[in-house]
């Protein structure tokens, strides 16, 4: 299995950041989808869930602010970050069926 978020960058505060997790080796339709994020010096926390038929949740943290989406045609999953925040900075995971994919580095100037 092997999932690859992609997308993270630099952005002042305010900003947007659309990030893309690539799954392959893996029957990606029926399976819910996370993501999560680790922040410099603290805990890895959730973030998102989509589930296979595209309903989702949201920590309070990013509810309003954050959507995630997925294309089961091309395995992949979005998580679109609209009005960033300091505090969103880390790095950004995908969780599938008990497999973390690689993270992407998101970093929020204030």
């Known amino acids: 299995v092997q999932l690859q978020a992609s997308g993270g960058g630099l952005v002042q505060a305010g900003g947007s950041l659309t990030l893309s997790c690539a799954a392959s080796?893996?029957?990606?339709?029926?399976?819910?989808l996370r993501w999560h994020r680790q922040g410099p010096g603290k805990e890895r926390e959730w973030v998102a869930d989509?589930?296979?038929?595209?309903?989702?949740t949201y920590a309070e943290s990013v509810e309003g602010r954050f959507t995630a989406s997925r294309d089961n045609r091309q395995s992949t999953a979005f998580l679109q970050m609209t009005n960033l925040k300091p505090e969103d900075t880390g790095v950004y995971y995908c969780?599938?069926?008990?497999?973390w994919g690689k993270g992407t580095q998101v970093t929020v100037s204030s």
């Open positions: 080796k893996i029957i990606f339709t029926p399976k819910t």
């Open positions: 969780w599938m069926a008990g497999f």
């Open positions: 989509i589930s296979s038929g595209g309903d989702t």
